[in-house]
């Protein structure tokens, strides 16, 4: 890669960063209380490290298998979690190597990972992903099934309901934001016993500042940090 090339990730990331702030400050929210995602996929690992080195404290992984092949070079100073669609029989290949799974949207899924977990001795946290805009092309729980799939996942041992979250359908992202943001205090407010409203993941390179005005806790950018992938 190109000296250019670490160049143009550093500017966007100070950007990202400034815009962040800006943001949180004129809603009212703390900047700390807004965590800043590198979303990497089909990103160099190099250049990951090098968003690292400068700060970036939290990958976002979308595919198992490049996840697994980058992950042994990844500067281990960042948190990773998992945020792709995954299936139940590759639970295993991440259960020892990310902090958080963010896109549990099945009782199945919660199970598998409950299993692994306790077969690790360690408790998973994980957001449930909700499809928001009741778009057939995408994961997610359908809002009005959310509450009854968090109360059965908060009775397993190995699991922990940390929050939520969204992709929004693009082209009318904002008001899908403010529905997740509602829907989010709907279940906190529902005070269900060993699940915490802590985290609300939603925001990306198009909306990110939206979120945050939403209540977003974890944005998570690809194109915006790394410019516009390739492949996918
Ligand atoms: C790719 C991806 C992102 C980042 O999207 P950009 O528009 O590139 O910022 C965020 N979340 C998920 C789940 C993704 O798959």
Do not use: W
Request: with cysteine; charged share 20%.
């Amino acid at each position: 890669m190109s000296d250019n090339c670490y160049e143009y990730v550093e500017k966007n990331l100070s950007a990202i960063r400034e815009n962040i702030a800006e943001t949180a400050e004129k809603y009212g929210r703390n900047t700390d209380s807004v965590r800043l995602m590198a979303v990497t996929k089909t990103v160099p690992p190099d250049i990951v490290n090098y968003a690292v080195s400068l700060g970036i404290d939290l990958l976002g992984e979308n595919k198992v298998q490049e996840f697994l092949s980058k992950q042994p070079v990844y500067n281990k100073a960042a948190d990773v979690h998992f945020i792709g669609h995954l299936q139940t029989n590759k639970v295993k290949y991440i259960i020892e190597n990310v902090s958080l799974i963010q896109s549990v949207d099945s009782l199945k899924l919660a199970h598998e990972i409950n299993r692994l977990a306790i077969a690790h001795n360690k408790i998973m946290d994980i957001l449930c992903e909700v499809n928001i805009g009741g778009e057939v092309s995408k994961s997610g729980v359908p809002p009005e099934n959310l509450i009854s799939l968090i109360e059965q996942i908060s009775l397993l041992q190995g699991v922990r309901v940390k929050g939520l979250m969204t992709i929004p359908p693009p082209s009318n992202s904002d008001v899908f934001l403010g529905k997740m943001e509602e829907l989010f205090n709907k279940v906190k407010s529902a005070n269900i016993e060993n699940v915490s409203m802590d985290e609300l993941s939603m925001g990306m390179s198009g909306d990110y500042q939206q979120a945050i005005i939403h209540g977003s806790t974890i944005v998570r950018i690809g194109t915006g940090l790394f410019g516009k992938r390739i492949y996918n």
